[in-house]
């Protein structure tokens, strides 16, 4: 069913999320702010309550991970997993030691996602990545096309090139699913993994992830974890834990965590793999869907003759044509027509 959305916003940021009015908000915008100079570079590997794990020194011998917290002085903006950001202060790395960050350079991605279509909130999970890893199980947990198809309109919505990743192929085939993608044309990779990782064909998944970044989403028990200690052996993560037991009691992990995938071949190439905890859902509150026809480079120009603001699922729309004159291919027309209604539907099947 459709909804009238009057003040749809399609630029959101999570700075735009906190409708609280800062106490501070009447300070002099006069003050000039130190440049720091100074400042390392570092990237956001994960975040844990208010502490941020930076890598710096990237790709030099003195690479190391240090915890930085976000300066004041960087008030309301946000600082997320991938974020390449400015840092000062304690930069050792040593036990207790806490750095800045007091800047955070200009994103060339952002992934974001909402927790339903009516939530006006939404959270940033990723900042510059290149591809979204859309991880479902062939089955335990049974899949849902329609999570999946939420996930590609989110990636061609935020640039990313999706790869769909169908994990546990040793409980059920892949066909019947691939079929429902084949027309889309997107990437796959088959894993059947469980305890064997040793055994799984990781090179077909590794030739995707060389030299970009790949955020793996998926429901929560689909295999991102396994699949991602596979992938980066000596990081190996709690796989099929969602709460962690620390010092100040149970809490859920919400943040993604960044890895480097072991260099591997002749010239040493690497990649970095974003592993996120479960998505229940993956609202689509913030998409333009007028972007989503670039990703349909066959049926775009098809779209010359549309009404205006044709929602190219409707009586005049010039798709319909441009498909019976053969120019493209009825499975394509099908399968966006099927992206584009995914925003007005619940996703629970
Ligand atoms: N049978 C089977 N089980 C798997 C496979 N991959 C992962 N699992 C199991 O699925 C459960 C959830 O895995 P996990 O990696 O924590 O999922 P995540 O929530 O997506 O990170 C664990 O018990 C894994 O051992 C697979 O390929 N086949
Ligand atoms: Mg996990
Ligand atoms: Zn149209």
Redesign the pocket.
């Given at each position: 069913m459709a909804k009238a959305r009057s003040t749809r916003r399609t630029d959101f940021d999570e700075d735009d999320v906190r409708v609280r009015p800062s106490r501070r908000g009447s300070r002099p915008r006069t003050r000039t702010r130190p440049k720091h100079e100074d400042a390392e570079t570092g990237r956001v590997l994960t975040i844990d309550r208010g502490r941020y794990t930076c890598l710096v020194d990237e790709g030099t011998r003195r690479e190391h991970e240090i915890t930085a917290m976000k300066a004041r002085e960087l008030g309301r903006k946000g600082v997320v997993v991938g974020d390449r950001v400015a840092i000062v202060g304690d930069l050792s790395g040593d036990k207790g030691a806490l750095a800045r960050i007091v800047r955070v350079e200009d994103r060339d991605s952002v992934l974001r996602r909402t927790a339903d279509d009516d939530d006006p909130y939404e959270r940033i999970i990723v900042a510059n990545a290149d591809q979204l890893a859309i991880?479902t199980a062939l089955a335990?947990p049974e899949p849902r096309p329609r999570l999946i198809d939420r996930c590609l309109v989110a990636a061609y919505d935020a640039g990313l090139e999706p790869l769909l990743v169908l994990?546990?192929?040793?409980?059920a085939p892949p066909e019947s699913l691939l079929e429902l993608y084949g027309p889309l044309g997107v990437p796959y990779v088959v894993?059947?993994?469980?305890?064997a990782y040793d055994d799984w064909d990781l090179d077909a998944m590794r030739a995707y992830l060389d030299d970009r970044t790949t955020v793996f989403v998926?429901h929560?028990?689909?295999?991102?974890?396994?699949?991602v200690n596979a992938l980066v052996p000596d990081r190996k993560r709690a796989?099929?834990h969602v709460n962690v037991v620390t010092g100040r009691g149970r809490h859920t992990t919400t943040s993604a965590l960044t890895l480097r995938l072991p260099p591997h071949g002749e010239d040493g190439v690497s990649g970095w793999v974003v592993?996120t905890p479960?998505v229940r859902s993956f609202g689509l509150n913030h998409i333009d869907l007028g972007r989503i026809i670039h990703a349909f480079p066959d049926l775009e120009p098809g779209t010359e003759g549309c009404p205006r603001a044709c929602s190219h699922d409707e009586p005049d729309c010039a798709l319909d044509a441009w498909v019976e004159e053969g120019h493209a291919d009825p499975a394509r027309l099908y399968s966006l027509r099927r992206l584009l209604a995914t925003r007005e539907q619940a996703e629970g099947d």
């Open positions: 991880v335990d994990t546990k192929a040793d409980l894993t059947r993994g469980g305890d998926g929560s028990g689909v295999g991102k974890t396994t699949l796989v099929g592993d479960g």
